[in-house]
């Protein structure tokens, strides 16, 4: 495996991972819907419309595997139809043409939205605390629809075709010189409530999409689901702390509470990927 296509490559994920890929040895396509920045290094890039199959085929001809990473990246600045429209086919386009083409492997961009508790209109707890992959997706908007949506039809190619497709449930994405705004908001505990204080840096969020295309295969028909946060919060508050405040019905079935150090699990990435998110706010600054 040599060449890759990122898509998205100008976003700021996407960044990071042509940064990680470049960095690894690879070489790497990268194709976004606007003009290229100049901030990355490519091998080749390509401006293209993902929701035109025809120019998805050419965009991932000459590649070995695709991290897919292109999307409206939140339900605010367009209407509901077109984030779902944009982002379900977009995906569907990605995993048709890599199956024709004889690609084996796909990591994409799902969120931990596809959960719901984010956007949701009328706001909900989680079921049962930590959340992992098991715990069922209520989403009620587009955005959170299109992530579960974009998981299952990872599902039907994987089932048609044994490629190897992992759908990794980002948090919120922070680049380095992100965090001391975030820092800076700690004393307003119900800042991130919505997303129950979970976050990764871009870095290890990089790192996870390069692990996904080098591991050897998770052996499932199925889209390979995996939380992408850091081991801790986005809060200076300890967990019993804030699961008093915001959760106090919620069981942590099987769980001390005490031991954990944030409410939505990682467990299953570090076991499948090897991974181990590396940075964190609390080394801001140094």
């Known amino acids: 495996m040599k060449q890759i296509v990122v898509t998205g490559s100008e976003g700021k994920l996407g960044h990071y991972v042509v940064q990680e890929l470049n960095n690894a040895g690879y070489r790497v396509i990268g194709t976004d819907a606007r003009p290229p920045s100049g901030k990355n290094r490519y091998a080749r890039y390509i401006q293209g419309d993902l929701t035109q199959l025809g120019e998805v085929y050419g965009i991932l001809a000459e590649s070995d595997a695709v991290v897919h990473l292109a999307a409206v990246p939140n339900p605010i600045n367009f209407s509901p139809e077109r984030i779902f429209a944009n982002n379900v086919m977009a995906t569907y386009n990605i995993l048709e043409a890599a199956s024709k083409l004889g690609i084996k492997r796909v990591v994409f961009g799902s969120s931990e939205s596809a959960y719901g508790f984010c956007w949701a209109k009328h706001p909900f707890p989680p079921h049962t605390l930590p959340v992992d992959e098991e715990h069922v ?150």
């Open 137 to 286: 997706l209520l989403p009620q908007e587009s955005y959170g629809l299109s992530k579960q949506v974009n998981e299952q039809t990872g599902d039907m190619f994987a089932r048609r075709t044994g490629m190897e497709i992992y759908a990794l449930r980002f948090s919120l994405i922070l680049a380095p010189n992100e965090y001391d705004r975030e820092i800076a908001a700690f004393g307003d505990t119900a800042r991130h409530h919505r997303i129950l204080w979970s976050y990764v840096d871009a870095r290890d969020a990089a790192a996870a999409c390069r692990l996904a295309l080098e591991g050897a295969g998770h052996g499932k028909a199925e889209a390979c689901r995996l939380n992408i946060t850091s081991s801790d919060m986005l809060s200076d508050a300890s967990v019993s702390e804030l699961a008093a405040k915001y959760y106090p019905q919620v069981p942590f079935p099987g769980k001390d509470q005490d031991e954990l150090t944030a409410f939505v699990s990682n467990a299953r990435a570090k076991s499948v990927l090897n991974w181990e998110p590396a940075h964190s706010w609390r080394d801001a600054g140094q």
